[in-house]
């Protein structure tokens, strides 16, 4: 049983961290897909059908709690390993996630316990700098490893692609830079060459960049729907719409994630401080500890953005996720706040009832 849990990525980390009471009545599994409200997973095997158990889904103070897709759990299976029920989610190693879309300020779930984010860029109307940070900033908030992939390198000569490469590896100078197309067998064999057994990768990255269509080409069948690309727009239209996580001939897994047209992050300063390396330093040498960075004499940002040692594009796109992040932060931590006083609230007034 330990080997097969090993396979699909069961390591030291989560043994380590095992609730010893919940594992003597519980089998572990990892989640492999989530549906709205139900779940598929697998102890290493087949994947099973599952759903939360009432304690667990109404116990749990917020929907981040709840079990997402690379997530470990606590199960009970029935009826010869065909369904399941969820008792408990592990800690996790690391939690892919965004402010979910639109007003509403809570966390959105992507897929948990990632290794490696392979964030999928196209090499054509596509490509934006600023929008690769946003994405580094998510996986290094994460603490996972980022690999930029740039795709559609059939659409632009070879010198061109090379000038992008040193724009991307000056805003992600540690990080990995490959360029593929699903038309060249060669550069997916790269790809799938990387690939390391019982590591679970993501692929990340705006509708239409070609992600779908890789993992097809990692898998080796058209195993996953896709749609053609749009003349007007020149690029491909959006078609995952959950995340499933694969598992792969090389023992290696990965997820599908849906394109994401907003990267709002609720709070990100490690991802920030990691991304933009170059600026959190420069942040302790100005003259005023309040500084605004914006027009103070003695302003260290502005000196460097003066000298050209500093992209000014590349700092305001930072000013602009940092203050997002900390509004959201501070709209979320308000959001808990009264979600638990509603909580406390209720809890004392069935009390009172009772007596």
């Given at each position: 049983?330990?080997?097969?849990?090993?396979?699909?990525?069961?390591?030291?980390?989560?043994?380590?961290?095992?609730?010893?009471?919940?594992?003597?009545?519980?089998?572990?599994?990892?989640?492999?897909?989530?549906?709205?409200?139900?779940?598929?997973?697998?102890?290493?095997?087949?994947?099973?059908?599952?759903?939360?158990?009432?304690?667990?889904?109404?116990?749990?103070?917020?929907?981040?709690?709840?079990?997402?897709?690379?997530?470990?759990?606590?199960?009970?299976?029935?009826?010869?390993?065909?369904?399941?029920?969820?008792?408990?989610?592990?800690?996790?190693?690391?939690?892919?996630?965004?402010?979910?879309?639109?007003?509403?300020?809570?966390?959105?779930?992507?897929?948990?316990?990632?290794?490696?984010?392979?964030?999928?860029?196209?090499?054509?109307?596509?490509?934006?700098?600023?929008?690769?940070?946003?994405?580094?900033?998510?996986?290094?908030?994460?603490?996972?490893?980022?690999?930029?992939?740039?795709?559609?390198?059939?659409?632009?000569?070879?010198?061109?692609?090379?000038?992008?490469?040193?724009?991307?590896?000056?805003?992600?100078?540690?990080?990995?830079?490959?360029?593929?197309?699903?038309?060249?067998?060669?550069?997916?064999?790269?790809?799938?060459?990387?690939?390391?057994?019982?590591?679970?990768?993501?692929?990340?990255?705006?509708?239409?960049?070609?992600?779908?269509?890789?993992?097809?080409?990692?898998?080796?069948?058209?195993?996953?729907?896709?749609?053609?690309?749009?003349?007007?727009?020149?690029?491909?239209?959006?078609?995952?719409?959950?995340?499933?996580?694969?598992?792969?001939?090389?023992?290696?897994?990965?997820?599908?994630?849906?394109?994401?047209?907003?990267?709002?992050?609720?709070?990100?300063?490690e991802g920030l401080d990691e991304t933009f390396s170059e600026i959190a330093p420069l942040s302790q040498q100005c003259k005023f500890a309040n500084c605004s960075h914006s027009n103070e004499k003695g302003c260290a940002m502005l000196v460097a953005i003066n000298a050209g040692e500093l992209s000014e594009e590349r700092y305001q796109n930072y000013l602009k996720i940092k203050r997002e992040s900390d509004f959201n932060q501070m709209s979320y931590s308000e959001k808990r706040k009264k979600d638990k006083d509603f909580g406390k609230l209720i809890k004392s007034t069935l009390k009172n009832k009772q007596?």
């Amino acid at each position: 049983m330990m080997s097969e849990l090993k396979s699909i990525g069961y390591s030291e980390w989560f043994a380590s961290r095992v609730d010893d009471q919940k594992l003597a009545t519980h089998a572990v599994a990892r989640v492999m897909s989530v549906h709205k409200d139900s779940f598929t997973v697998t102890k290493g095997g087949d994947e099973v059908f599952a759903e939360l158990s009432g304690n667990l889904l109404y116990s749990t103070d917020s929907a981040s709690e709840l079990p997402t897709t690379g997530d470990w759990v606590y199960a009970d299976f029935y009826d010869d390993d065909t369904h399941a029920i969820i008792y408990g989610v592990f800690p996790r190693k690391t939690l892919l996630k965004r402010k979910a879309v639109g007003k509403l300020v809570d966390y959105q779930l992507i897929a948990a316990n990632i290794d490696v984010a392979f964030i999928i860029q196209s090499l054509n109307d596509n490509f934006n700098l600023r929008r690769l940070e946003r994405y580094l900033v998510m996986a290094n908030e994460a603490g996972i490893e980022p690999v930029i992939l740039l795709s559609k390198c059939d659409l632009m000569p070879e010198d061109e692609i090379s000038d992008i490469k040193n724009k991307v590896l000056a805003v992600a100078p540690n990080a990995t830079v490959m360029a593929f197309s699903n038309l060249n067998q060669a550069s997916i064999d790269s790809i799938i060459q990387s690939l390391k057994s019982e590591l679970t990768y993501c692929l990340l990255g705006s509708s239409g960049v070609g992600k779908t269509t890789l993992l097809n080409s990692i898998v080796g069948k058209d195993e996953f729907e896709t749609k053609a690309v749009s003349k007007i727009q020149s690029k491909g239209r959006h078609t995952t719409t959950s995340r499933q996580l694969v598992r792969l001939e090389s023992g290696a897994m990965i997820i599908d994630t849906p394109g994401m047209r907003e990267l709002g992050s609720v709070s990100a300063d490690e991802g920030l401080d990691e991304t933009f390396s170059e600026i959190a330093p420069l942040s302790q040498q100005c003259k005023f500890a309040n500084c605004s960075h914006s027009n103070e004499k003695g302003c260290a940002m502005l000196v460097a953005i003066n000298a050209g040692e500093l992209s000014e594009e590349r700092y305001q796109n930072y000013l602009k996720i940092k203050r997002e992040s900390d509004f959201n932060q501070m709209s979320y931590s308000e959001k808990r706040k009264k979600d638990k006083d509603f909580g406390k609230l209720i809890k004392s007034t069935l009390k009172n009832k009772q007596r």
